[in-house]
């Protein structure tokens, strides 16, 4: 049998497998904003910026076209009219004189001489009469040259003088005005010149221009990568808020898996160090139930009385032991009382076997009986007095057990009289202790301590604090 051919992916799918891939390199993008400077991210930023503006001004985002623009002819009857050409104008003056040059007529002086004096009257050639008769033209015009009434040759050669001087000075006036007359033409011929070549330039242009058809080439710049320039930026803004905001997340998660591993490593050393107090109570129980059940034996033969009590004590130390240490081992505290339970029975059957060799004192305040205490720890403490203490010294020695608040924590501490720390030959290696401090350590931290010491005149000292905290209180608050 063949196998069926693969379907092909749907929409949902590919849109699936494409989300997936984007996500994942997000996140690897995300990483490497991460990873790496604020200083390095800088550089980058302005570097691809400026990369940016100089591919916006390259192929194939920017490029040329030249192209050839059909205008279309144009008649030349619409083309606009050049404006004619005006003549200048000529002064009052000379026009006058190139009209009386046109007609052939002219000012002529007339020169009279008597005992007056003389005078110089110009006069018109059409009519021989003064130009002062003509109307306003001839108004002052003329030279009056008086006599002096003296009549003297000396005083008449220097009117006649006088007169001279006079007319060459409106001779010279005349050639002036003729001289500036004569200019004005000349440029107004210039200017009349100059326009009507470039009307003859404009009108051949313009020719040229219906002979080609009014074609012209254009050049058109395209511009597609403007938008280059705003993504670089956008880019840049939106790569800032990721390093902040993917540094702080990535700083939460490694947070979060310390804490983890570290409530797992707490975990587990709790567990081992259970287990340890668990494999030394399965030690030292078997050793102090056969004793105790030997002594009960032998006191059956000899002292009825004394075995029937020492067998009452293993059983309220069976019964107040065995249940709670599943509850202490889930829980990890339990009541000072509960713990007072265990110790009392002990202490009652080791008495009854070492006899007035141990003499136990328990100073509790009733108040204390229901405040949170590791399990096993005062037991731990008062088999280690008994064991390494009391028993190895022939006289044997004084047990107290007391518990007091100081300074808003609880303090139980286990004093003997006996041979000292590390000074019997049956001395242990102190692996009791440690694991003391470990289980210490695990449940309260830097809160709650062990403290060795000398007892005087002779002993060991051994306090335990921890927090003080009832749960009495917790209960109430409980039911509440």
Request: zero cysteines; hydrophobic letters at 40%.
């Amino acid at each position: 049998m063949s196998p069926s051919p693969a379907l092909p992916p749907t929409p949902y799918q590919r849109w699936q497998q494409f989300s997936s891939l984007v996500l994942r390199w997000f996140h690897v993008y995300a990483g490497w904003l991460v990873g790496i400077s604020w200083r390095r991210f800088a550089i980058l930023s302005v570097l691809l910026i400026i990369g940016a503006n100089i591919l916006s001004s390259l192929p194939p985002f920017t490029w040329r076209i030249t192209e050839q623009v059909e205008d279309g002819s144009v008649p030349r009857s619409k083309l606009p009219r050049l404006p004619p050409v005006a003549k200048p104008e000529k002064p009052e003056r000379a026009e006058k004189a190139d009209k009386a040059d046109k007609n052939g007529k002219g000012i002529h002086y007339e020169i009279s001489i008597d005992e007056r004096g003389v005078r110089v009257l110009p006069r018109s050639a059409a009519g021989d009469k003064p130009a002062s008769d003509a109307g306003s033209e001839g108004e002052g015009a003329g030279v009056n040259i008086r006599f002096p009434e003296s009549a003297n040759r000396e005083d008449i050669r220097r009117a006649v003088e006088d007169a001279r001087v006079a007319l060459e000075k409106i001779a010279e006036e005349a050639r002036d005005a003729q001289e500036k007359a004569e200019q004005e033409a000349q440029q107004a011929q210039e200017t009349k010149q100059a326009i009507e070549e470039a009307r003859a330039e404009t009108e051949r242009l313009i020719e040229e221009a219906q002979g080609n058809g009014g074609s012209h080439s254009r050049v058109r710049v395209i511009h597609l990568g403007d938008f280059l320039v705003d993504l670089s930026v956008l880019w840049v803004l939106a790569s800032f808020v990721i390093k902040i905001t993917y540094k702080g997340r990535i700083q939460a998660e490694v947070k979060a898996a310390q804490a983890t591993e570290t409530a797992e490593a707490e975990s587990l050393k709790r567990q081992v160090i259970e287990a340890r107090m668990a494999a030394m109570q399965a030690q030292v129980e078997p050793h102090f139930l056969f004793n105790t059940l030997a002594s009960i034996d032998h006191l059956i033969e000899t002292d009825p009385p004394r075995a029937s009590q020492m067998q009452k004590n293993l059983i309220a130390l069976l019964r107040a032991s065995m249940p709670t240490m599943r509850e202490a081992n889930a829980s990890g505290v339990r009541d000072l009382g509960r713990e007072l339970a265990v110790i009392k029975p002990y202490l009652e059957i080791l008495q009854m076997r070492m006899e007035e060799r141990l003499q136990t004192e328990i100073d509790v305040p009733e108040g204390l009986l229901s405040a949170e205490f590791p399990p096993m720890m005062i037991q731990s403490l008062v088999e280690n007095a008994i064991k390494h203490g009391l028993e190895p010294k022939a006289e044997g020695g004084l047990l107290r057990v007391k518990a007091e608040v100081l300074h808003g924590k609880l303090a139980v501490t286990v004093a003997d009289t006996g041979l000292g720390f590390g000074r019997a030959a049956t001395a242990g290696t102190g692996v009791g202790l440690a694991n003391i401090r470990e289980r210490l350590m695990i449940l309260y931290g830097s809160r709650a301590s062990v403290t060795v010491t000398e007892n005087q005149p002779s002993g060991t000292v051994v306090t335990i604090t921890v927090p003080y905290r009832s749960r009495a209180d917790e209960h109430e608050g409980a039911s509440a």
